[in-house]
């Protein structure tokens, strides 16, 4: 997908999230990078990629945080 919009996978990745409507925090000291995640303002991704990306989620979670077990909507069962 990255070669096909000619980005980067992390710009794919981050555009992803912004159309989704999730604020992402891209946290670089580098110039060039910097510079690179402004990209993700310069093209969005269509309807069928995002469609693709959806399909990749499995609902599962790696790891989780058995300090919040004591949390009422314990174990999180929100859908990704």
Avoid: C, W
């Amino acid at each position: 997908m990255a070669e096909k919009h000619k980005q980067t996978p992390a710009l794919i990745s981050l555009r992803y999230l912004l159309q989704r409507g999730i604020v992402i925090v891209a946290k670089s000291f580098n110039e060039k990078r910097i510079k690179e995640n402004m990209k993700v303002f310069e093209f969005q991704l269509p309807a069928e990629d995002m469609a693709v990306i959806d399909s990749l989620n499995k609902n599962y979670r790696y790891v989780t945080a058995d300090v919040t077990a004591v949390h009422p909507n314990y174990p999180y069962s929100d859908e990704y």
